[in-house]
């Protein structure tokens, strides 16, 4: 996962304010849609019914709703992220740089948090000799949803209301010797519920600790970008992968949110060479989150 452009300043780096919550309805995605989008619905709103059906590889959307040309600038010129934080694999041991909005709109850091060369995706990048956070041993460049308003992070019940959220991405690098990345997670209190973790070229959905509990291809090539929706609701995990429903995981806990980008599965210890040179990255061509 390596590609480069032309360097775009890293801005406003450093800790800041918290962040709102990153919430999209699948509905809003089908009808109208956009990279990424947030949504509150009303407590009387009926439940999203399941992921927005479409081919895998259609026309990406900005954050307006209206088509990338492939000349954005800024992360947030193809993904809104309005109601995300960040987290980049740079800053101190243990206390890696997290940037929340407003900042985060006008923010870049190449080579780990900036639009991809075609200009119609965000590429995220954390190499195996990147910042960790305190609670994981393995580096990442990765959005956390928050709060609306942005002073909280959020968390949300799996068996209160529905909760959706839909990335459209590929993979497009590997570390070394241990080539595994995870591209988007389902997070609850201090472990991840589920992640989908590229494996070589074998595509997973983790359970818990139970790293191959549902495989979704076997033959991934990178670069390939494919769609992955999580449908939570009345203590189950609906896990669908380009449109179709792959996995159901039994899961009752109310500290939840969503997380995507890259996060490496890899590090000095177990994966050579130990420079910025050995990464995981993900591209995120879409995103969408909803709870109603």
């Known amino acids: 996962m390596r590609p480069s452009r032309p360097a775009h300043p890293a801005r406003a780096t450093g800790r800041r304010r918290r962040l709102p919550l990153a919430l999209a309805a699948l509905t809003a995605l089908a009808a109208a849609p956009v990279a990424s989008t947030t949504v509150w619905a009303a407590d009387d709103a009926s439940p999203a019914a399941g992921p927005a059906s479409g081919p895998v590889?259609?026309?990406v959307n900005g954050p307006a709703g209206g088509p990338v040309e492939g000349n954005a600038e800024l992360?947030?010129?193809v993904l809104d992220l309005s109601d995300w934080k960040v987290t980049l694999p740079?800053?101190?041991d243990e206390d890696p740089t997290e940037i929340y909005q407003p900042e985060l709109d006008g923010y870049?850091?190449?080579?780990?948090f900036e639009v991809a060369p075609s200009g119609e995706a965000v590429r995220f990048r954390a190499p195996v000799n990147g910042v960790t956070?305190?609670?994981?041993?393995?580096?990442r460049s990765e959005l956390r949803e928050m709060e609306?308003?942005?002073e909280d992070e959020t968390e949300w019940s799996s068996t209160s209301g529905t909760h959706t959220m839909t990335v459209r991405e590929a993979f497009t690098h590997l570390p070394e010797e241990r080539p595994w990345v995870v591209g988007a997670q389902i997070h609850g209190g201090d472990d991840d519920v589920t992640v989908v973790r590229l494996e070589d070229d074998e595509l997973w959905v983790t359970e818990g600790d139970t790293r191959h509990h549902h495989l979704l291809t076997d033959e991934y090539e990178l670069g390939t970008v494919f769609e992955i929706t999580y449908v939570v609701s009345d203590g189950e995990i609906e896990v669908h992968y380009n449109g179709e429903l792959a996995t159901t995981l039994d899961h009752s806990d109310p500290t939840n949110y969503f997380k995507a980008g890259a996060y490496t599965q890899a590090n000095c210890g177990n994966s050579s060479p130990c420079d910025d040179d050995n990464y995981g990255e993900v591209e995120i061509h879409e995103l969408t989150v909803e709870h109603r």
């Open 90 to 92: 740079v800053g101190d």
């Open 75 to 77: 992360p947030s010129d």
């Open 148 to 150: 609306p308003g942005g």
């Open 133 to 139: 956070t305190g609670g994981s041993s393995y580096p």
């Open 57 to 59: 590889n259609g026309p």
């Open 108 to 112: 870049s850091h190449d080579p780990y």
